[in-house]
């Protein structure tokens, strides 16, 4: 089931700006879809486990997570709905990078050889599709790649704080981060 879970999540996110950018295309910005979508699901889990509740009084950590989920999923829908969908979910996925990082600042771990490998795979892969003719390095150019690579480093905080809420409930996790995406959305 874990595996299945995996290849589904990357399905749905591999696939997310499809429809984020049909619904903008009649109108609506990518930033209040997020904001609409999330309000709803954070009504009806908020509503359907109204004990998920009670996990903010004993883990107030949960608000940070809530606001790096929400950050991590603004970013990255609006920028698959303005910019190039392979350079957006190319630079979200230097999260490994900002995972080793933020795991040593924050949780002490020290990098290991599978991770630095990740990372370089990671920033050769980023060197690859955007170095283009005529620039020196490979930078991102627009709103839409820093919103790729601001997305990935909220994931990466969202991750980081994820483990360190291991002892949370499960629901109260999740609801912090439909709650935290419909916030930071709305707020946006």
């Known amino acids: 089931m874990p595996a299945l879970a995996l ?6 996110w591999g696939l997310s700006w499809f429809p984020f950018r049909h619904i903008e295309g009649h109108g609506l910005h990518p930033v209040w879809t ?9 009504t009806v889990v908020g509503l359907l486990r109204r004990g998920a509740w009670a996990g903010f009084a004993g883990h107030p950590m949960l608000v940070l997570l809530g606001l790096a989920a929400g950050f991590t999923n603004v970013g990255f829908n609006w920028a698959v709905t303005q910019g ?7 630079l979200f996925y230097m999260m490994p990078l900002w995972s080793v990082l933020l795991g040593w600042a924050v949780l002490g771990e020290r990098p290991t050889g599978g991770s630095l490998a990740r990372v370089a795979l990671a920033l050769a892969g980023v060197a690859v ?10 930078v ?26 291991r002892a949370a409930p499960g ?11 419909a ?6």
């Open 7 to 12: 290849i589904f999540n990357a399905f749905v």
């Open 34 to 42: 997020t904001c609409l979508i999330y309000l709803a699901i954070a």
């Open 84 to 90: 190039d969908v392979v350079r957006v979910v190319l």
């Open 129 to 138: 599709v955007l170095k283009t003719p005529g620039t020196d390095w490979p």
């Open 140 to 165: 991102p150019s627009s709103l839409p790649d820093w919103l790729g690579v601001a997305a990935g480093f909220g994931f990466a905080v969202t991750n980081i704080v994820l483990r360190q809420l």
């Open 171 to 181: 629901e109260s996790r999740a609801l912090a981060m439909f709650c935290g995406c």
């Open 183 to 188: 916030v930071v959305a709305g707020t946006a």
